[in-house]
């Protein structure tokens, strides 16, 4: 049994049935099953159907937003935002079913193949199966169930046994909509049932988003799959001494402190120049303090619990170790009210839990730096690789980070937690295998096929 | 050590030392060494060097040919063709070094992204390790070695032990090039010692082109990388009623018996309409008389040995176990001076290893058809999927085999064998994992980067 | 004064003031001033504009329809269709303004340039003049509006005299949208006034769609502009012997037939493999008799008048000449209840007007041949170049077609009159100049701008 | 007849005969009958013959720097870096022969079309007439040539009749080639004789690169065809107070005085930022001091002749109005044996010759300026809009440049002068009218058509 609480009110809100192994053999029966409807269902007939789902979320908005900040204790100003994210999602989806990445290509490449040419088209690899985390109930589980559409692959979803209600909800849209029976079949099973689907050879594609020793270990599980790995990091920003200094804490404000910290692309250390550390730090304490703290539900709420208490010890054990080991705590660090408070540590070192791990959590460590390449080394230093912000008007500093940062991605004057649903999302390094991004999640569904033929 | 034998005379042509474990352990770390300054040599360096080492091959092509004859035992013919195929293959790396696959991405997706876009680069995975088979002892090399160059990723090279001087030759060859040196190594080491390598996560890919059983294998011990396998088949080639029977008859001639079908996508199946059947054996049968076998090192034989006595036993061991299961010789299935004949079978069935397995030697199965659908269904009733061909002149047949034929690539009038160097290539189902094909296998050496900024 | 005339009823509908010369050239002078507003209005905003636009069409579909009808004479279930068609314009063309045709390019060509990268962004030419027809005067005048929209171009449009109340509605629709005011104004002027517009230097981009005689003219005066011209046609479609006859003839019959073949790719000549060409006649004149005839605004009617008397007794006149000629009238050929009856003539001939000119009416010529390559001289001995159809199912039959034929477009089993608004449209000779459909009509309301940086 | 006058020396270097009306007929019809032959020649023997022929100029690299050293008299360095870009030029369009621009595209729109694809080629437009100038007189023709080659298309090209024999040259080694005959012809025609040929329907196509006068008159002329216009400009450099003033003026003298400033993207106006503009002028007087002036034969020579006496002395009465109008000369302003010396000009302003007309000689005018937006409206203030170059380390400055500098290239740290062979080159306003730069101009030269069918 799955019981959802609400991570604020500690109140249970629903108990839900693990499905038995025979249901889940059922369920993969039937995503083998779905596969020739699908192959008849056409990209147009996709692309409506995708366009349905995003609008009857529209028309859903409240009852979404209502259960993403119920079970997991969202802020409601995240919560909605996350539902339009996800509209967006599929309505990217929508547009890219109509885009496929097919291509002629010429093969004249001597006189013998003068006259061929290959037209090369994609086809479904077959089933997928996601497995999605609970800090994005709604949205991260579009990311894989939209590209699935797209391309008329079946899939089965696991949602995180934390979260489970908003993609019931999701699967009621979808099942709304005219895609072919069992084409998004939801999955709630335990670890080790899971484990046995990331084995099973009728499975074609494996799209996880959660902590990095799972997905790494499914990978070599996952026998002859596709293999899509969407893990954590330690996010980091650097503000070079010619940014524009309120800009950069407005933003790094919600890279900091959005959903307390449980977001992969958390900003968990930011790097300033030293000639406006203090003016930074200063400006950044004083925002933090502005924060509304309490129940997620309320429309002023921006800051609230984490999702459960064992993560709240977890990262409060790491901010001690911290300090044993040296660490400055320049604010927060303890629990109020169930809320782990906005915690910003300082003369923070490697070695430490809080740069070196993922927190996935209100925690953020501040350096100063004097060059910036060293400051370059030091967020490369990290087994982590997702995605680095800067702050600069400098092109040769750009430059320099975009060419040296070891990460899928680097913003500009936004904080690392910027994404939009269109772009190649996705770490290297320890972080990731793999983009996902709309177009870029439906190629890894897909395989290409060439005809090679007479022109 | 490894003894480099003449498979039709059996004279010994070298012996070579394999590399010690400290060798082995030395190079990872050069090729770890050389990232730095590959990354600092430009596509514009990188695409020189690559016509470079194309126009040098092309100067020593005599020696080039003369060395696949003499350690893999390929007709003359072929293997000169083949040099062919490398020069281009190095030609079409050196034009895609300067055509990565980047792009400019629009990312206003809401009005709090309107003026974003996203410049998407693709930088060097890390080392690739590359392991080659014994029957292109050029050309597959060539397909790893160049997308590694024209990448800018150091790549350790593991060619087959039956055939390591055609890639000494190519080393020496490329070590005269201005690329820096240790960005391509060879390795020579034992099957346990390569394993070692398809561990070590200082390796970021692994570009395989093997057998089967290997390659899958390797997929679940490679750890944090990614994969390319380049493995077997049993390619069916598809005539229909309304086939120009001397044309299908002339390409599938070579499609059969081309080195001995020791090639990947060896027309191993034929599926005949019934209504051209006979004609097409009797002719087919006709024409394959007239093959002139002997030593490979003579200009005219097109026709030689397979690669060593066991493989020539194991596939004489097949063609028997189709026998006693029923299957009709309709010509060959024996030896003659160390040369294992064409060998046609016909009565052929599920359940005989000349029909499911790879048989990599001249063993080619024919049967007839009488709807096109059985046809798809027979070629698709194997675990295999690498590439089919398809003799018609019908474009609802073309579409129908293109639709539904589960195979990489689909050849319309041509034999199974049909490949130009920068076409998509690689397997579905048990046939492989990835595509090679230059820009392809560029593709998958390369991380995706994107920069977010402001227009 | 334009006098809107009911073409089947010969009501006159509503009289619209034309504009004076100092309106129009206020409106020019608008459109100059909207150029920073829209410069400002991003691909996001442009793209939700487009999206709004459509919905409303959707929403008012039936005053669409109803307008149409009206003006035009248009059977119901054709007008129906036209808006339909608009609909769908318009969501391409909001998809397609976040699809600009940006892209990053390599410049490393020598060592001086080996670290350079150009990212090559498009940006509105500037104002539009579009000049749209009577024959679609909502979706023909959308594929001008739209695209200019999707790429921040202001936009003059000058619907047909004939039909601009369906012009004044969309005018409506798009004014209830965000765009900056005057983003697309309507000109109801003379052709005088109109040739002055086509000559001024403060417009940037001359779109029409029309008559070639006029169009060509225009493109000499039209100064630094760039052109596009969609012109006439006398389209043709190919019946092959191994045709599917009733296919064939019931997606001929909409070519042939559909708005009384007022319509710039009417299937006008149709040319029949004599092997079946007596059947094929045969099962068309049966068919056509099932045409439904009388007032356009009827449910069932699918056949009704021509847009006036004159473009009446033309056609009559050169069904005539064709007679004198030689040309044998098959059924046809005179008018009843204000309807010129469907006309198919056989035994045409070159020099006669209904095979050479563009017969913009319900006119069709039929003949036989032999070879296919006979068949293709025939449709290519003409001064245009449209679209084409072939109906076969040969692949080498295809092949010739589509390599041989000098027309925009080749049709394969449809009639010449298929179009769907994504795809390139447009004819070469004398048929036009440039291509239609949202991507390309936008690229032609575009301007590459380079910008040349390090890496 | 047509003499070829050395520049420098003032010595005939040789005496070329028009071509009679009668041969010039004859090339056109033999370009007419050249097409089929040409649509036989695949891309493959086109990439060949290109290949082929950039060897060739390769091996002949002195006898073409030795002629346009001659007859253009442009010095020795230049003269050979042209003839590396003419062999860079055709290399890239050997590439580009083998990547048009083709596409597969979804044509699933509605349920009617949901299975459609359409499979869009190119196919080439027809003969090209290509006018080429005396500036780079193997390269521009190259730019011409190439492409049309590249896309099988016949072309006669009329080499500016100041500089026909780098043109003869390079007939020669075209015609070495396998390419069949006919495919590249010369015409050394009056202007009269050729603007018979801008008007002849015969030609598909016109690509001139010359004055604006003469351009955009044919363009009017030019009929049915398609018309490429590379003009002229007065291209502006702006060099930031945050700019490398050692790097801005490095480059700039070259930008300033390379071939005496007759090049279309010569840097011709300077805008520095007040706060370094005394340094960097300070900088600039010192280094163009240090041009090595004479013959340009000398292999130390930089700095040469103008093309002829009338240029010069147009040039200097430029200079005479500009000082008369109040313009300050800041060095040159004279002739010294034969040459216009290099010759700056302060305090000019809009109404003079040297800023707002295209100066085509060395001739610069600086100026300094507060606000970046100002110096951008004052280089947008004029009739040109070719190339513009920002000197800066800053990314807004560098977007607000890109964003609103009416021009065709952006060029970022480097000359106006920059120019890459494969990147889009031309400008907007009156400076041009579409893009060279192979793969634009490859394009321009064909036409798209687009076959649909089922998927």
Chains 1, 2, 3, 4 share one sequence.
Request: proline share 4%.
């Amino acid at each position: 049994m799955i019981e959802v609480i609400n991570p604020y009110t500690k109140e249970k809100i629903k108990t839900l049935a693990l499905h038995t192994d025979a249901e889940v053999e059922q369920k993969i029966l039937q995503a083998q099953k779905v596969k020739s409807a699908l192959k008849a269902f056409t990209p147009f007939e996709r692309s409506q159907a995708l366009h349905f789902i995003a609008q009857e979320i529209e028309k859903r908005k409240d009852a979404f937003t209502e259960l993403i900040i119920q079970e997991a204790g969202k802020p409601r100003i995240y919560a909605a935002g996350e539902v339009e994210r996800a509209i967006q999602t599929f309505t990217i989806a929508a547009e890219e079913a109509l885009r496929p990445p097919q291509e002629l290509m010429e093969l004249g490449r001597s006189l013998k193949t003068a006259r061929k040419i290959g037209e090369i088209r994609y086809f479904s690899s077959g089933v997928v199966f996601g497995i999605s985390p609970f800090n994005f109930p709604l949205n991260l589980a579009v990311h894989k169930v939209a590209p699935a559409i797209a391309t008329g692959s079946p899939i089965l979803l696991k949602p995180s046994s934390k979260t489970p209600l908003t993609a019931e909800l999701l699967l009621e849209v979808i099942n709304a909509s005219k895609l072919p029976k069992h084409s998004v079949q939801l999955v709630h099973c335990s670890r080790e049932k899971g484990n046995e689907l990331v084995a099973d050879d009728r499975i074609a594609v494996l799209s996880f988003t959660g902590s990095p020793a799972v997905g790494w270990k499914m990978k070599q599980q996952a026998g002859k799959k596709k293999v899509v790995l969407e893990l954590g990091g330690n996010a980091a920003a650097i503000v070079c001494k010619d940014a524009d200094i309120e800009q950069a804490v407005n933003k790094l404000l919600v890279g900091a402190w959005a959903y307390a910290g449980q977001v992969c692309i958390h900003t968990q250390r930011i790097y300033v120049a030293e000639e406006i550390h203090e003016k930074f730090l200063e400006h950044f304490k004083t925002e933090t303090q502005k924060l509304i703290m309490g129940n997620p539900a309320d429309d002023k709420t921006n800051f609230a619990c984490m999702i459960d208490d064992s993560n709240t010890q977890r990262v409060l054990s790491w901010i001690e170790e911290a300090e044993n080991k040296g660490a400055q705590l320049e604010f927060g660090g303890k629990v109020e009210d169930n809320i782990l408070l906005p915690t910003l540590l300082s003369s923070t070192a490697k070695g430490m839990k809080v740069r070196d791990e993922e927190v996935f959590g209100p925690v953020v460590c501040i350096e100063s730096f004097q060059e910036l390449s060293a400051a370059i080394e030091e967020v490369n230093d990290s087994k982590w690789g997702l995605q680095a912000a800067i702050f600069t008007d400098s092109i040769s500093n750009l430059n320099q980070a975009f060419n040296d940062l070891e990460v899928g991605g680097v913003i500009h004057n936004e904080a690392t937690t910027f994404r939009v649903d269109n772009m190649p999302y996705g770490g290297i390094k320890e972080s990731g295998f793999g983009r996902e991004g709309v177009a870029y999640a439906m190629h890894d569904y897909l395989e290409a096929k060439i005809l090679v033929k007479n022109k």
